[in-house]
């Protein structure tokens, strides 16, 4: 079963979410355009752990911020 990016907060299919099923040996990724990515619980797990750590964080002044729901 997919789970859909809190995120999306509602939004139709061209919100950009990704959508995340954990299943017994890998962790599958896909996004709205059908593109799918594979993980093994290792991989996702230090996925995980950098995005809490702010690895994958946009600099500060980034343009992007400005469209990002807080």
Known sequence: MFI????CHGQQET???ANVAIVRDAVVV????GNVS???????RDFIAGAKAGE???PEGSPAL?????
């Not at 859909?4 to 995120?7: I, P, V």
């Not at 896909?30 to 355009?33: G, I, K, L, R, Y």
């Open 15 to 17: 919100c950009g979410c």
């Open 56 to 58: 994958f964080d946009l």
């Open 66 to 70: 400005a469209t990002v729901p807080a």
């Open 30 to 33: 896909t996004d709205e355009e």
């Open 38 to 44: 594979r993980f093994d619980h290792f991989e996702w």
């Open 4 to 7: 859909k990016s809190s995120r």
